[in-house]
């Protein structure tokens, strides 16, 4: 990063359930957090077993002033001293990233900033430039979140590349599902990552799809259904059986993703690795990663727990590395990919 310059920069994240803004600061080769707002809704589609995006987008229009403004006054920063604005504008539920463009780009044109869209994938993988600036390359990362499951190839601080990816579900849908099935409640990683830390992992056999084919793809669906099958045969399992399922269903995953992500380091001569993404808050998968990189001479880097679910920060990062658009150039694209 350039040592001179120095910005502040604005990002606003509404992609899913999370309604979240936040400045950061740049100046002397380092981003500083200046605030970091984040309304979950996580209580309001708890009782769905999952978010309902038109809930979530009215929820959205109701959240995001209150919560800008928040950001700025934590921050004690006046919309003149910001730089740039930058938003997610996907992948993500349509008419949740609608709220948070349509807000960038009335507030890019009533205090004249410019706007920069932000790809939401990217931003997870920048939630390391917070932790970590000096990166070597070229790095590799796990992007791992309720919706993705891609292994990327970073050949600088810009140029990125999708080198793997699941073919059916994503690791946190995995997760969720698994926490359905048992009746734990949403979000399933959290909880389940709880249970499976008093739990036996080597309790339960379940498959490692994937785990020797010839690529960097993985699969989370047949893991998923081999958990189903044995939930179908225990239908009251007490609390030790459901630590140990929880359990051992985590190693399977995190053995898979592991696997996988380290063979893809080797192919491509990876001089740092990388995890991302809401998965990327589970404990096992990031003292299994620390432990592999550290026996391999490969540097490791992770975002704080709290900046690897959804929050403004990443797209604020993101925003630094990203050119503005004209305003009218700013659309939505829920189907956006690395
Ligand atoms: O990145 P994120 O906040 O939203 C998306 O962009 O999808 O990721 C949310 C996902 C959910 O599936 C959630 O269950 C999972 O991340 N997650 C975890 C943990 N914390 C959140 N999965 C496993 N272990 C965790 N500790
Ligand atoms: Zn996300």
Known sequence: MD????????????????????????????????????SSQIEIHKKFGGVVPEIAARNHVKN??????????????????????AVTAGPGLITSLLVGVQTAKTLGRVWQKPVCPINHLKAHLYANWISNQSLKFPAL??????????????????????VGQTLDDAAGEAFDKVAQLLKLGYPGGPIISRLAAKGNPKAFAFARPMINSNDFNFSFSGLKTSVLYLVKKLPTPDQKTINDLSA????????????????AAKFYQAKTLMLSGGVAANLLLRQTFAKKSLALGIDFSMPDINLCTDNAVMAAVAGYFTQPIALAKIKVN?????
Do not use: R
Not at 64 to 85: D, G, M, R, T, Y
């Open 334 to 338: 829920p189907n956006l990919e690395i």
């Open 3 to 38: 040592q001179k310059t120095k910005s502040i920069i604005l990002g606003i994240e509404s992609s899913c359930d999370e309604t979240a803004a936040a400045i950061v600061k740049i100046s002397g080769g380092k981003f500083q957090i200046l605030s970091n707002i984040v």
């Open 141 to 162: 990362c796990l992007l791992v979140s309720g919706g993705h499951t891609e292994i990327i190839l970073l050949k600088n601080q810009t140029q990125f590349k999708k």
């Open 64 to 85: 995001i002033l209150p919560v800008i403004e928040k950001s700025l006054a934590k921050a004690k920063i006046k919309p003149a001293q910001i730089a740039k604005i």
């Open 248 to 263: 051992s269903f985590q190693q399977s995953a995190v053995d898979v993703l592991a696997a996988k992500t380290f063979k």
